[in-house]
Protein backbone atom coordinates (compact mmCIF):
# COMPACT_ATOMS: atom_id res chain seq x y z
CA UNK A 1 0.00 0.00 0.00
CA UNK A 2 2.21 2.93 -1.06
CA UNK A 3 1.90 6.27 -0.47
CA UNK A 4 1.02 8.82 -2.91
CA UNK A 5 0.80 12.99 -2.56
CA UNK A 6 -2.17 14.59 -2.48
CA UNK A 7 -3.55 17.83 -3.67
CA UNK A 8 -2.32 19.72 -0.37
CA UNK A 9 1.49 18.84 -0.74
CA UNK A 10 1.29 15.66 1.92
CA UNK A 11 1.57 12.12 1.39
CA UNK A 12 -1.52 9.77 2.46
CA UNK A 13 -2.03 6.46 2.59
CA UNK A 14 -5.15 5.40 0.39
CA UNK A 15 -6.49 2.30 2.03
CA UNK A 16 -8.67 1.75 5.43
CA UNK A 17 -6.78 0.89 8.46
CA UNK A 18 -5.92 -3.06 8.19
CA UNK A 19 -7.66 -5.21 9.77
CA UNK A 20 -7.24 -7.90 12.70
CA UNK A 21 -6.99 -10.65 9.99
CA UNK A 22 -4.05 -8.61 7.99
CA UNK A 23 -0.32 -10.10 7.60
CA UNK A 24 2.13 -8.03 9.62
CA UNK A 25 4.26 -5.89 7.07
CA UNK A 26 8.26 -6.46 7.33
CA UNK A 27 8.93 -2.93 6.32
CA UNK A 28 6.10 -1.39 8.13
CA UNK A 29 8.44 1.18 10.16
CA UNK A 30 9.64 2.35 6.60
CA UNK A 31 6.22 3.46 5.99
CA UNK A 32 6.52 6.16 9.35
CA UNK A 33 10.20 6.95 7.71
CA UNK A 34 8.80 7.69 4.01
CA UNK A 35 6.49 9.87 5.64
CA UNK A 36 8.73 12.07 7.42
CA UNK A 37 11.85 11.16 4.53
CA UNK A 38 9.15 13.04 2.28
CA UNK A 39 8.73 16.17 3.90
CA UNK A 40 12.15 16.60 3.86
CA UNK A 41 12.36 15.88 0.01
CA UNK A 42 9.72 18.34 -0.19
CA UNK A 43 11.55 21.36 1.46
CA UNK A 44 14.64 20.47 -0.49
CA UNK A 45 12.79 21.21 -4.03
CA UNK A 46 11.53 24.80 -3.04
CA UNK A 47 9.26 24.92 -0.10
CA UNK A 48 11.30 26.67 1.59
CA UNK A 49 10.55 26.57 5.62
CA UNK A 50 7.70 24.26 5.34
CA UNK A 51 7.71 20.64 4.57
CA UNK A 52 4.62 20.15 3.59
CA UNK A 53 2.34 17.27 5.58
CA UNK A 54 1.79 13.67 5.62
CA UNK A 55 -0.15 11.10 6.42
CA UNK A 56 0.20 7.39 7.32
CA UNK A 57 -1.58 4.74 8.99
CA UNK A 58 -0.79 1.09 10.33
CA UNK A 59 0.42 -0.49 13.86
CA UNK A 60 0.23 1.82 16.62
CA UNK A 61 3.34 -0.51 18.49
CA UNK A 62 5.01 -0.14 15.10
CA UNK A 63 4.76 3.65 14.69
CA UNK A 64 5.98 3.94 18.83
CA UNK A 65 9.43 2.11 17.99
CA UNK A 66 9.78 4.23 14.90
CA UNK A 67 9.38 7.27 17.12
CA UNK A 68 12.26 5.88 19.78
CA UNK A 69 14.61 5.69 16.59
CA UNK A 70 13.82 9.52 15.01
CA UNK A 71 14.14 13.28 15.91
CA UNK A 72 10.64 13.03 17.12
CA UNK A 73 11.60 11.26 20.19
CA UNK A 74 13.18 14.30 21.07
CA UNK A 75 11.20 16.45 20.74
CA UNK A 76 8.53 14.64 22.81
CA UNK A 77 11.29 14.33 25.60
CA UNK A 78 11.03 10.56 25.53
CA UNK A 79 7.42 10.67 27.25
CA UNK A 80 6.65 7.10 24.47
CA UNK A 81 9.62 5.33 25.84
CA UNK A 82 8.01 3.06 28.09
CA UNK A 83 4.21 2.79 25.71
CA UNK A 84 3.00 -0.41 24.47
CA UNK A 85 0.37 -0.57 22.27
CA UNK A 86 -1.90 -3.56 20.42
CA UNK A 87 -4.30 -2.14 17.69
CA UNK A 88 -3.88 0.22 14.50
CA UNK A 89 -3.73 3.95 13.56
CA UNK A 90 -3.42 7.09 11.78
CA UNK A 91 -0.28 9.29 11.82
CA UNK A 92 -0.22 13.23 10.42
CA UNK A 93 2.27 14.68 10.53
CA UNK A 94 3.60 18.11 9.64
CA UNK A 95 7.06 19.91 9.68
CA UNK A 96 8.83 23.14 9.08
CA UNK A 97 12.32 22.79 8.06
CA UNK A 98 14.40 26.13 7.99
CA UNK A 99 16.71 26.52 4.87
CA UNK A 100 20.05 27.73 5.27
CA UNK A 101 20.62 28.30 9.14
CA UNK A 102 20.65 26.30 12.50
CA UNK A 103 17.24 26.40 13.48
CA UNK A 104 15.77 23.41 14.42
CA UNK A 105 12.71 21.93 12.37
CA UNK A 106 9.28 22.32 13.62
CA UNK A 107 7.27 19.16 14.10
CA UNK A 108 3.53 19.32 14.93
CA UNK A 109 0.93 16.44 14.21
CA UNK A 110 -1.64 13.76 16.01
CA UNK A 111 -1.88 10.06 16.40
CA UNK A 112 -5.83 8.82 16.15
CA UNK A 113 -6.36 5.55 17.91
CA UNK A 114 -9.65 4.01 17.10
CA UNK A 115 -10.14 0.78 19.78
CA UNK A 116 -6.55 0.53 20.90
CA UNK A 117 -4.68 -1.99 23.99
CA UNK A 118 -2.53 0.94 25.55
CA UNK A 119 0.23 0.58 28.50
CA UNK A 120 1.47 3.83 29.17
CA UNK A 121 3.83 2.52 31.79
CA UNK A 122 4.55 1.45 35.62
CA UNK A 123 1.86 4.17 36.56
CA UNK A 124 -0.96 3.76 34.24
CA UNK A 125 -3.75 0.52 34.45
CA UNK A 126 -3.89 -0.72 31.27
CA UNK A 127 -5.89 1.06 28.44
CA UNK A 128 -8.58 -1.13 27.08
CA UNK A 129 -10.92 -0.05 23.90
CA UNK A 130 -9.03 3.19 23.46
CA UNK A 131 -9.79 5.63 21.57
CA UNK A 132 -8.84 9.53 20.79
CA UNK A 133 -6.50 11.60 19.50
CA UNK A 134 -2.54 12.37 20.85
CA UNK A 135 -1.39 15.74 19.41
CA UNK A 136 2.29 16.97 19.57
CA UNK A 137 4.66 19.54 18.99
CA UNK A 138 8.05 20.39 19.59
CA UNK A 139 6.92 21.77 22.73
CA UNK A 140 4.31 19.72 24.21
CA UNK A 141 2.06 16.58 23.85
CA UNK A 142 -2.09 16.46 24.30
CA UNK A 143 -4.89 14.09 24.52
CA UNK A 144 -8.22 15.25 22.78
CA UNK A 145 -11.50 13.16 23.36
CA UNK A 146 -10.08 10.35 24.74
CA UNK A 147 -11.58 7.20 26.18
CA UNK A 148 -10.65 3.91 27.56
CA UNK A 149 -11.68 0.73 29.18
CA UNK A 150 -10.08 1.70 32.84
CA UNK A 151 -10.15 -0.85 36.09
CA UNK A 152 -13.21 -2.41 34.64
CA UNK A 153 -15.32 0.51 33.32
CA UNK A 154 -15.52 3.16 30.73
CA UNK A 155 -13.28 5.97 31.93
CA UNK A 156 -11.74 9.82 30.38
CA UNK A 157 -8.31 10.54 29.84
CA UNK A 158 -7.02 13.67 29.49
CA UNK A 159 -2.96 13.91 29.01
CA UNK A 160 -0.71 16.80 28.31
CA UNK A 161 3.27 18.46 28.61
CA UNK A 162 4.54 21.11 29.73
CA UNK A 163 7.71 22.57 31.00
CA UNK A 164 9.14 19.11 31.22
CA UNK A 165 6.19 17.65 32.78
CA UNK A 166 3.76 15.06 31.34
CA UNK A 167 0.58 15.21 33.15
CA UNK A 168 -2.33 13.06 33.37
CA UNK A 169 -5.97 13.09 34.86
CA UNK A 170 -8.50 10.54 34.60
CA UNK A 171 -11.96 9.30 35.98
CA UNK A 172 -14.36 6.81 35.51
CA UNK A 173 -15.70 3.85 37.24
CA UNK A 174 -14.46 1.31 38.87
CA UNK A 175 -16.06 -2.48 38.02
CA UNK A 176 -14.75 -5.23 41.07
CA UNK A 177 -16.13 -8.44 39.19
CA UNK A 178 -14.15 -7.05 36.20
CA UNK A 179 -11.16 -5.97 38.40
CA UNK A 180 -11.27 -9.80 39.86
CA UNK A 181 -10.45 -11.28 36.96
CA UNK A 182 -7.60 -9.06 35.88
CA UNK A 183 -5.67 -8.74 39.19
CA UNK A 184 -4.63 -11.59 41.55
CA UNK A 185 -5.09 -10.09 44.85
CA UNK A 186 -6.53 -11.93 47.06
CA UNK A 187 -8.83 -8.82 48.91
CA UNK A 188 -10.52 -8.43 45.53
CA UNK A 189 -12.39 -11.74 46.30
CA UNK A 190 -14.53 -9.38 49.32
CA UNK A 191 -15.53 -6.61 46.74
CA UNK A 192 -18.50 -5.94 44.63
CA UNK A 193 -20.26 -3.69 42.38
CA UNK A 194 -19.00 -0.60 40.84
CA UNK A 195 -17.36 3.30 42.41
CA UNK A 196 -16.33 6.08 40.71
CA UNK A 197 -12.67 7.30 40.87
CA UNK A 198 -10.61 10.38 39.97
CA UNK A 199 -6.61 9.85 39.26
CA UNK A 200 -3.76 12.51 38.91
CA UNK A 201 0.15 11.49 37.92
CA UNK A 202 2.54 13.91 37.01
CA UNK A 203 5.61 12.49 35.74
CA UNK A 204 9.23 14.34 35.52
CA UNK A 205 12.37 12.55 34.58
CA UNK A 206 10.91 9.35 34.64
CA UNK A 207 9.62 10.23 38.44
CA UNK A 208 5.94 9.79 39.44
CA UNK A 209 3.51 11.66 41.94
CA UNK A 210 0.16 9.18 41.21
CA UNK A 211 -2.63 9.95 43.14
CA UNK A 212 -6.30 8.63 43.08
CA UNK A 213 -9.33 9.43 45.44
CA UNK A 214 -12.89 7.95 45.72
CA UNK A 215 -15.63 7.54 47.75
CA UNK A 216 -16.78 4.17 47.33
CA UNK A 217 -20.05 5.03 46.48
CA UNK A 218 -21.64 1.69 45.29
CA UNK A 219 -19.08 -0.57 45.99
CA UNK A 220 -19.75 -3.82 48.39
CA UNK A 221 -17.37 -4.79 50.92
CA UNK A 222 -17.81 -8.07 52.47
CA UNK A 223 -14.48 -7.74 54.86
CA UNK A 224 -14.51 -8.25 58.30
CA UNK A 225 -15.45 -5.55 60.68
CA UNK A 226 -14.72 -2.17 60.33
CA UNK A 227 -13.47 -2.86 56.60
CA UNK A 228 -16.94 -4.31 55.89
CA UNK A 229 -18.86 -1.73 53.84
CA UNK A 230 -22.43 -1.37 52.30
CA UNK A 231 -23.51 0.46 48.67
CA UNK A 232 -24.99 3.27 49.51
CA UNK A 233 -21.86 4.17 52.48
CA UNK A 234 -19.42 6.99 51.59
CA UNK A 235 -16.12 6.22 52.99
CA UNK A 236 -13.26 8.20 51.38
CA UNK A 237 -10.20 6.11 49.91
CA UNK A 238 -6.77 8.19 49.20
CA UNK A 239 -4.04 6.39 47.50
CA UNK A 240 -0.92 8.18 46.55
CA UNK A 241 2.47 6.56 45.14
CA UNK A 242 5.82 8.88 45.32
CA UNK A 243 8.74 8.15 43.75
CA UNK A 244 11.67 9.23 45.59
CA UNK A 245 14.06 7.81 43.07
CA UNK A 246 14.64 5.45 40.33
CA UNK A 247 14.83 2.39 42.91
CA UNK A 248 12.69 4.09 46.02
CA UNK A 249 9.44 5.24 46.66
CA UNK A 250 6.60 5.70 49.27
CA UNK A 251 3.14 4.79 49.04
CA UNK A 252 0.44 5.82 51.32
CA UNK A 253 -3.37 4.45 51.46
CA UNK A 254 -5.72 6.35 53.96
CA UNK A 255 -8.97 4.45 54.33
CA UNK A 256 -11.65 7.14 56.07
CA UNK A 257 -11.12 7.71 59.46
CA UNK A 258 -9.91 4.01 60.05
CA UNK A 259 -6.81 3.03 58.63
CA UNK A 260 -3.80 5.60 57.46
CA UNK A 261 -0.96 3.55 56.10
CA UNK A 262 2.61 5.00 54.65
CA UNK A 263 5.55 2.60 53.41
CA UNK A 264 8.86 3.01 52.03
CA UNK A 265 9.40 0.70 49.19
CA UNK A 266 12.73 0.05 47.40
CA UNK A 267 13.74 -2.38 44.46
CA UNK A 268 15.96 -5.11 45.21
CA UNK A 269 18.28 -6.43 42.81
CA UNK A 270 16.37 -9.16 41.39
CA UNK A 271 13.90 -6.47 39.95
CA UNK A 272 11.25 -7.04 42.55
CA UNK A 273 10.03 -4.70 45.60
CA UNK A 274 10.42 -4.96 49.01
CA UNK A 275 8.99 -2.54 52.10
CA UNK A 276 12.03 -2.11 54.64
CA UNK A 277 9.73 0.24 56.80
CA UNK A 278 6.52 2.71 57.69
CA UNK A 279 3.51 3.29 59.95
CA UNK A 280 -0.19 1.61 59.71
CA UNK A 281 -1.97 3.74 62.02
CA UNK A 282 -5.67 2.13 62.94
CA UNK A 283 -8.26 4.75 63.68
CA UNK A 284 -5.98 7.74 63.63
CA UNK A 285 -4.22 10.04 61.97
CA UNK A 286 -0.22 9.06 60.35
CA UNK A 287 3.29 9.99 62.61
CA UNK A 288 6.31 9.89 60.93
CA UNK A 289 8.08 6.90 59.75
CA UNK A 290 10.44 6.36 62.27
CA UNK A 291 12.58 2.86 62.68
CA UNK A 292 12.67 0.15 60.35
CA UNK A 293 10.15 -2.33 59.75
CA UNK A 294 6.65 -2.08 59.83
CA UNK A 295 4.85 -0.97 62.68
CA UNK A 296 1.00 -1.20 63.37
CA UNK A 297 -0.51 1.29 65.95
CA UNK A 298 -4.04 2.95 66.88
CA UNK A 299 -7.33 1.95 68.46
CA UNK A 300 -10.07 0.77 66.80
CA UNK A 301 -13.84 0.57 68.46
CA UNK A 302 -14.10 -3.07 66.68
CA UNK A 303 -12.70 -5.67 65.17
CA UNK A 304 -13.58 -9.30 63.96
CA UNK A 305 -10.59 -11.59 63.76
CA UNK A 306 -12.18 -14.40 61.20
CA UNK A 307 -12.42 -13.61 57.23
CA UNK A 308 -8.35 -12.45 57.02
CA UNK A 309 -7.24 -15.53 55.28
CA UNK A 310 -4.67 -15.00 52.71
CA UNK A 311 -5.28 -11.15 53.16
CA UNK A 312 -1.17 -9.98 52.72
CA UNK A 313 -0.96 -12.86 49.62
CA UNK A 314 0.50 -10.25 47.03
CA UNK A 315 2.57 -11.13 43.85
CA UNK A 316 5.89 -10.89 45.00
CA UNK A 317 6.76 -7.66 42.34
CA UNK A 318 4.38 -5.38 44.06
CA UNK A 319 6.60 -5.75 47.20
CA UNK A 320 5.34 -8.25 50.16
CA UNK A 321 5.29 -6.99 53.84
CA UNK A 322 8.14 -7.93 55.93
CA UNK A 323 7.82 -9.54 59.69
CA UNK A 324 5.62 -6.78 61.34
CA UNK A 325 8.32 -4.83 63.70
CA UNK A 326 5.32 -3.91 66.65
CA UNK A 327 2.16 -3.50 67.36
CA UNK A 328 0.46 -1.20 69.61
CA UNK A 329 -2.88 -0.94 69.07
CA UNK A 330 -5.94 -1.10 71.25
CA UNK A 331 -9.04 -2.84 70.84
CA UNK A 332 -12.65 -2.08 72.64
CA UNK A 333 -13.73 -5.21 71.34
CA UNK A 334 -12.68 -8.05 69.08
CA UNK A 335 -15.21 -10.82 68.02
CA UNK A 336 -14.50 -14.22 66.34
CA UNK A 337 -14.87 -17.82 66.38
CA UNK A 338 -17.83 -17.70 69.09
CA UNK A 339 -16.09 -15.53 71.19
CA UNK A 340 -16.24 -11.98 72.24
CA UNK A 341 -14.31 -9.77 74.20
Not at 30 to 49: E, P
Not at 56 to 82: E, F, I, K
Not at 128 to 153: D, P
Not at 196 to 217: F, G, M, P, T, Y
Request: proline residues 5%.
Amino acid sequence: MAAHRTGTGGFTDPGPLAGSESKPRKNSRGRFAKCAGGLARHAGAGRVGDGGGCEAADDTQRLLDYVRNSPVHTYLNGYTDDFQARGKGLLKLHMEIPIGHSAPPKVRGSYRVDDNTLDLGLYVPVLQHAQGTISFSNEAVQTQNFTAQILGGPARLDLRSGEGILRISADGKMNAGTLRDDYSYPLLRHLRGQTAWEAEIAVHDKLANVQVRSDLLGLVSDLPRPFNKLPAERINLRFEQKDINARQNSLKLQYGEIFDATLLRSETGDGNWAIRRGNIVLGGKQDEIGMEGIWIVGRLPHLDLQGWSGWSDVPQREGVLPNIAGINVTLDQVTGFGNRV
